[in-house]
């Protein structure tokens, strides 16, 4: 997410597509990385974003999804660093349920980002050259999906341009996946082949990207 985002719209569309079935999706956003100008801004609002969500307490909320096993909330309790919590963080394995958490501010070498989480817990990092973490998302297996926040279409344009990942959305998240009528797929490691669509069958990857600009 850059500096010229619409924050609350942003946060919103992320905590939901952290969160929503227990971010037990396989393109649930995996982590958030937001530009320095705006982090304070963008934890606050992802904050609201799960109280009105879920409410003050989603172990009661039916809304909220449980976590598969008591072994996969174990798991997942292991990748929270209490120094990082901002949100959430308490975990019951025996009930399936662990907190929406929210981790800031998150490094790249910590534990949460070693691999892929799928679960409700949403780490936030940061950055402040654009180019600089192109580089580093490259230097990393290629995703089944990815997100791009911003009001700035020179700078959307530059990152579906210099991204690899199965399908994605700008300014929103997971949506994509409802529209059938688009090809859906991995690419790498991520998956091979592509489900839906006219050209679901093929040797190249047609990625889809929904697109909302918001005001």
Known sequence: MDETANVPDAAKKIAWGAMAWGGQWCTSPGYAVVHKSVAEQFVAESKKA???????????NSDYSSIIS??????????????EVVYGGKFDASARYLDPTILYPVLWSDKVMEDEIFGPILPILTYSDLGKLLEKIKSLPKPLAGYMFSRNQQAIDHVLQSLSFGGGAVNQTNVFLFIESMPYGGVGTSGIGNYYGKVW?????????????PA
Not at 50 to 60: A, R
Not at 76 to 82: G, M
Request: hydrophobic share 35%.
């Open 50 to 60: 799960v109280v009105e969500l879920y409410g003050t307490d989603p172990k009661s």
């Open 70 to 83: 008591p072994a996969a909330v174990t798991r997942l309790a292991s990748l929270i660093d209490p120094k």
């Open 201 to 213: 069958l093929r040797f190249s990857h047609p990625r889809q990207v929904c697109s909302d600009i």
